[in-house]
């Protein structure tokens, strides 16, 4: 290799180096993604983050993107070593970033890199973020609110409120795959089905004969037939059907055993985010240890309707869509109104394979 194509490589890379830096101030995602390789990797194992591929990296940027209320990197120059089409290197980092949820902190850190020349220039084959030093200290300083959520002078109009309608509304095709990238990069099992046909025969599919299943009380399981094959079907053992013919008054013990620790769960949810959370509602909660962990396996039918930005407007959709059609269905029934009383939100599956979420291209349930 030349001097010249030396010099022309050092600096290419360098460029990518800050054109990732820079993807990440305007939280511009899908640029942040193309920086990489088809095969890339972007690892970050003190927080822990594992993206391998461009769609699980821009899932993952998406969900870590969405919990910033403010967020600043400055990234130096480090060492560049060639190697033909391929280089390795270093680049230093300095941090200062506050969540939503109030965590923030100043560190410092080292992105551990490969590179690989391609036909689109050079790429990261590989970044590997490592953490130096960490102040948790509270920071004095603040973001301009209507710079918060974009880096620019206008608010991103992902991280604005979602009108009404967008609740009722099916996700596209491209957002239904970006739900389904999120989720996997966050541990659980998705699939993208056509209708509730198919995730009727899914579901048959992925439980074995035999096992015991709670189903939640869902629309989207009733108006599917799911719950009918499971709780009236006579291939497993369903748990709803026993609990019902237990007395409430002297059985509460067996029925809380029960519908705890089932070997499998079946339900939807109230909301799932582009980020890759589930969001769950509840007005006794009793349904809510079995989805969080107390079944062996679970499986959530999800309507296309049912994709939101982030968990701000997941919350959105609980209260102000699903509860007051909930709270209809409840009077009718019980001759009472519903209640939001204990929210689940899975935001990653620890046991990955134990979950299965299978998104509809249509709507259905509310």
Known sequence: M??????ADRVEIEALRGEFTDAVMMRDRP?????FTPDGVLRMPDIPVEQIGREEILAGGERLQSQWDFFVQNTHPGTILLD??????????????RTLDGREGLNYAVYH????????????????YEVRYLDTSPLAGTAPRTA????????DAAAAPAPAASFTEPASAG???RVAAALRANGFAAEILDDAAAARARVEELIPEGATVLTGASETLRLSGIDEDINAGGRYEAIRPRILGIDRATGADEIRRLVACPDVVVNSVAAVTETGSLVLASGSGSQLPANAGGAAHAVWVVGAQ?????????????EEHALPLETVRAQAVYGMPSAVNRLLILNAEPRPGRGTV?????AIGY
């Open 2 to 7: 030349n001097d010249f194509q030396a010099t």
């Open 31 to 35: 640029r942040l993604a193309s920086l």
């Open 84 to 97: 033909g089409d391929t280089a390795t290197g270093r680049a230093y980092v300095q941090e200062l970033a």
């Open 113 to 128: 890199d490969r590179y690989q020349r391609t036909d689109e220039g050079w790429k990261f084959a590989e970044r590997v």
């Open 148 to 155: 918060r959520d974009s880096g620019t002078d206008q608010v």
């Open 175 to 177: 957002r239904l795959k």
């Open 306 to 318: 049912k994709v939101v930005p982030d968990l701000s407007t997941a919350l959105r959709r609980v």
């Open 358 to 362: 299978l998104l509809l291209r249509e």
